[in-house]
């Protein structure tokens, strides 16, 4: 049997599982205006690596292919594995690891220009989930999607290596 095709649609579904998901929370972002807390970011990070990796794997052949979907597969999992947490965190099951970080430096500002930068931003709370539908946040929804996505691409890039020997 011919891994080839196996392989290719893996390479393919590791590309666009981290994209849509990340054009999904970015649209959630800038249009529905639900701004991320930390751990949000946290999971976009695995899935940026995992299109880099899959877009990296358009670029090669053979074994290094395999690799390279393989890593991306598993950056994927990795982003299910944080978002599982943080949905976790948000239905209340374990507490959350995060605190207040502030963006942007204090160099050559006032301290009065500092507090007013802080009062001014949007508190947002990793323990609240902003959105839900039936009962699924955000993150739940990413740990899903991202589950489901990630390991299927392991499970194909498997069946292709296995169809090679």
């Known amino acids: 049997m011919d891994a080839g095709p196996v392989i290719r649609r893996a390479r393919l579904l590791a590309l666009a599982a981290p994209a849509l998901l990340l054009a999904g929370a970015l649209l959630f972002q800038f249009a529905g ?24 794997a358009f670029a090669t052949r053979g074994a290094l292919m395999r690799v390279l979907v393989f890593s991306a597969g598993v950056a994927i ?3 299910a594995g944080v978002a599982l947490f943080h949905a976790g965190v948000e239905y209340g099951w374990w507490e959350g690891i995060t605190g207040c970080a502030t963006m942007g430096g204090g160099a050559g500002r006032s301290d009065a220009d500092i507090l007013a930068d802080i009062m001014a931003a949007p508190i947002i709370r990793c323990d609240v989930a902003p959105w839900s539908l039936f009962g ?30």
């Not at 929804?141 to 890039?157: E, H, K, Q, R, T």
């Open 136 to 165: 699924i946040s955000l993150a739940g929804y990413n740990a899903i999607l991202s589950g489901l996505s990630g390991a299927v691409v392991l499970l194909m890039v498997g069946k292709a290596t296995r169809s090679v020997r």
């Open 77 to 79: 999992l990795v982003s």
């Open 33 to 56: 205006g639900l701004y991320p807390c930390e751990m949000c970011v946290w999971q976009r990070w695995p899935h940026v690596a995992a299109i880099g990796l899959a877009l990296a």
